[in-house]
C-alpha cells in the first residue's frame, strides 16, 4: 500500500483545512487508517484513527472536538478535517494504514510521507 498525503498548508489561528491521504492497492478497505503528526522537536503523535468500516473511530485528546476522521473506501482516501486550529497544531502530518485500529504507531505497517500543517496566531 501506497499513501500520499495532500491539502496541508499555512492558516491562521481558529481557521480549517482538510487533509487527504489516498491509497493505492486494492486491498485498502481491509486497513485500519490512522493520523500522526510530529513537531520539531517533539516525538510523534497520534492524532485520530478509523477502523476499516468506518464504524470506530479514536481521537487523541488534543485534537477531540475539532478534528474529524472519515474514509471512502471507494475512493481509496481518508480524510482528516481539521476545524478550530491552534498554533500548537503546526506540525507535520501523517497517514498510515494497518490491520488494527490503535493509536500506536508501531502497529502501522504503510506511511505516508507526510504533509506540513502551519498555523499562524
Known amino acids: 500500500v501506497q499513501l500520499v498525503e495532500s491539502g496541508g498548508g499555512l492558516v491562521q489561528a481558529g481557521g480549517s483545512l482538510r487533509l487527504s491521504c489516498a491509497a493505492s492497492g486494492r486491498t485498502f478497505s481491509s486497513y485500519a487508517l490512522g493520523w500522526f503528526r510530529q513537531a520539531p522537536g517533539k516525538e510523534r503523535e497520534f492524532v485520530a484513527t478509523?477502523?476499516?468500516?468506518?464504524?470506530?473511530?479514536v481521537y487523541g485528546d488534543s485534537v477531540k472536538g475539532r478534528f474529524t476522521i472519515s474514509r471512502d473506501n471507494a475512493k481509496n482516501t481518508v480524510y482528516l478535517q481539521m476545524n478550530s486550529l491552534k498554533p500548537e497544531d503546526t506540525a507535520v502530518y501523517y497517514c498510515?494504514?494497518?490491520?488494527?485500529?490503535?493509536?500506536?504507531?508501531?502497529?502501522?505497517?504503510?506511511w505516508g510521507q507526510g504533509t506540513q500543517v502551519t498555523v499562524s496566531s
Open positions: 478509523i477502523s476499516w468500516s468506518g464504524g470506530r473511530t
Open positions: 498510515a494504514a494497518g490491520f488494527v485500529t490503535t493509536i500506536s504507531s508501531r502497529e502501522y505497517d504503510y
